[in-house]
């Protein structure tokens, strides 16, 4: 049984700074694209950004140039590293795995407000 756990999240104030880790439990992870969405309240699930097992990376639009998506395959870990946070990136984070099954981990919560 695949498991993902997140953490990192929390509250912060527009223009600061969080790093999600996303741990999954199980092997040969370093050949599964992982990634994360985003669901704000109210609002569907939309993806964030992912990487491939060899690395190649992908982000939507609205965090281009703000998030950093990267992974530890040592660890079984993929972090997104999110700088200068603005009230629309507040939402609940999902980490995901592709192994071609998608698992889910549970969401943390990120609140952008001052």
């Known amino acids: 049984q695949v498991q993902l756990v997140e953490s990192g999240g929390g509250l912060v104030q527009p223009g600061g700074s969080l790093r999600l880790s996303c741990a999954a439990s199980?092997?040969?992870?370093?050949?599964?694209?992982m990634g994360w969405y985003r669901q704000a309240p109210g609002k569907q699930r939309d993806l964030v950004a992912a990487?491939?097992?060899?690395?190649?990376?992908n982000y939507a639009d609205s965090v281009k140039g703000r998030f950093t998506i990267s992974r530890d395959n040592a660890k079984n870990t993929v972090y997104l590293q999110m700088n200068s946070l603005k009230p629309e990136d507040t939402g609940v984070y999902y980490c995901?795995?592709?192994?071609?099954?998608?698992?889910w981990g549970q969401g943390t919560q990120v609140t952008v407000s001052s």
């Open positions: 995901y795995v592709d192994r071609p099954m998608r698992y």
């Open positions: 199980g092997s040969m992870f370093r050949i599964y694209t």
């Open positions: 990487i491939s097992g060899p690395g190649a990376t």
